[in-house]
């Protein structure tokens, strides 16, 4: 990598799941290192040892697997590297930069209720500042930050902000326990990554300032930084799981394919035109900061349905079959033969929101028997229906090669012999093989169904017709 190139990096805290808000900013550090030719690390903040777990960590590497974000470095764990901290300290304390503070919590907490008595604001009074203290037992280190003046930065996307430093106080850099506190922590890592640019939530503003301290104070660069604005729900108010705020795990399991998620995620707050779906390759072609807007963006579960749909119709069958068995599976049908499974998606992909609702559709291809829906049979499976359904079993029966050509003519011959309209066979033929009034088209079901289970299914509602009812068995089958 050269000087010049772009690094980006996505540091989620193991303490839960991968939601939507950290899902698009992950997305957005991987479009722009992607866009850029450079390089995006994925790096595990896990130095709050209480909340953080293997569990979460797991669930936020499988998230980002699934939506398809690599990552060019890592997964770096902050717990592993203290080392690399301390020696940022050290850098700090041997430059002046930095001081050891023996203030006990207790202290502490007294000035602080003294200074708000009087109106003041609650922050260090920096009385440790010049004692040129050393270690001891109960120290902390605290940066030396500037009294006076401003701290100001050009953000990517809300431009200019200021901080007064008068507002800022002597923040910890290292725990009397041993260990980094979040702000150094983050900046010895984006300074030995090479971090070039930090583009992270908005709620992160205030804690800008303070980590350009800590660059000022080790004497390095600054990166560029771009904050995202929150997400909200369709009623403008703050996302929460009412709006589908929930994990990006949660979205696979209701059957969404992450192409549309990102698509989704990509589209709040960032536009490009009028243009509403993007391939993966159009969004890294297409995206830039100066387009993601400066005010929260909407995430319209809505849309993001009506989007699934669309990349269901135009994902590859055999690729929809790969996404469709784990939610098949999880049905009860194993050892499934992937070519019917195949045949019954081909039927389905155009009627289907999500992979659930495809797996639900597609129940009756694999059950041993179907059970009627009583509406559709009342309706449907009537004495009236009887000759025409025996006919047609017959017609079936003797065809020579079970093909759609074939079958339509069968149906072409019994129209016109019978002198009947095609519905008035096709529905109680519809609820004999599927179970409802309502399925794909009748030949594209029969040609996945297969000759044995049509005429099995057609034999068991004429006996149900004729007065010998029907099991309801709706055992699950290997077929």
């Not at 809505?302 to 749909?309: F, G, H, P, V, Y």
Request: aromatic share 10%.
């Amino acid at each position: 990598m050269s000087k010049n190139t772009v690094i980006t990096r996505f540091p989620p805290s193991p303490t839960g799941y991968l939601h939507i808000g950290g899902a698009r900013t992950a997305l957005y550090n991987w479009l722009f290192a992607r866009q850029q030719g450079g390089k995006f690390i994925l790096r595990i903040e896990d130095t709050d040892k209480e909340r953080s777990t293997q569990e979460a960590t797991q669930a936020i590497v499988e998230s980002l697997e699934w939506l398809g974000l690599d990552w060019d470095e890592g997964p770096y764990f902050q717990s592993r590297r203290y080392p690399i901290y301390r020696k940022f300290v050290e850098r700090l304390l041997s430059s002046g930069k930095a001081y050891y503070c023996h203030c006990t919590p207790e202290d502490l907490d007294q000035r602080r209720q003294e200074a708000m008595a009087k109106g003041l604001k609650p922050k260090y009074d920096g009385r440790c500042r010049e004692m040129k203290l050393g270690p001891g037992p109960h120290a902390v280190v605290r940066l030396k930050s500037p009294q006076s003046g401003k701290t100001q930065f050009h953000d990517l996307i809300k431009g200019p902000i200021s901080f007064s430093n008068e507002e800022l106080d002597d923040l910890v850099l290292w725990r009397s326990d041993g260990s980094p506190t979040y702000h150094l922590a983050v900046v010895a890592d984006d300074i030995a990554m090479g971090l070039t640019h930090i583009i992270r939530g908005d709620d992160h503003v205030n804690n800008t300032p303070r980590q350009m301290l800590i660059y000022q104070g080790l004497g390095e660069a600054l990166p560029f930084y771009a904050h995202v604005p929150m997400i909200l729900g369709p009623d403008r108010t703050r996302l929460s799981k009412r709006h589908g705020a929930t994990s990006v795990l949660a979205y696979r399991e209701m059957g969404y394919l992450p192409r549309a998620l990102i698509n989704a995620l990509a589209r709040v707050g960032w536009s490009y035109g009028d243009q509403e779906k993007f391939s993966l390759n159009e969004l890294i072609e297409k995206f830039s900061l100066e387009n993601v807007g400066k005010s929260a963006g909407i995430f319209n579960t809505e849309k993001l349905l009506d989007l699934n749909a669309r990349y269901i119709r135009e994902t590859p069958t055999v690729e929809l079959v790969r996404c469709l068995m784990p939610f098949l599976e999880k049905a009860g049908f194993r050892n499934l033969n992937g070519e019917k499974v195949a045949g019954a998606v081909e039927t389905l992909k155009g009627r289907s929101k999500t992979l659930v609702e495809m797996a639900e559709s597609a129940r009756f291809y694999f059950l041993d028997e179907v059970a009627y829906d009583p509406a559709a049979t009342k309706k449907f499976l009537t004495p009236d229906a009887l000759p025409m359904m025996k006919d047609i079993y017959v017609r079936i029966q003797g065809i020579g090669e079970f093909t759609g050509k074939n079958m339509e003519k069968v149906f072409l011959d019994f129209i016109e012999e019978r002198q009947v309209k095609l519905g008035r066979i096709a529905q109680p033929l519809r609820v004999a093989l599927t179970g409802t009034g309502v399925s794909p088209g009748l030949f594209e079901v029969m040609d996945v169904l297969g000759r044995e289970k049509v005429l099995e299914r057609i034999e068991k509602a004429i006996h149900y017709v004729s007065g010998g009812g029907g099991s309801r068995n709706t055992k699950s089958s290997s077929s």
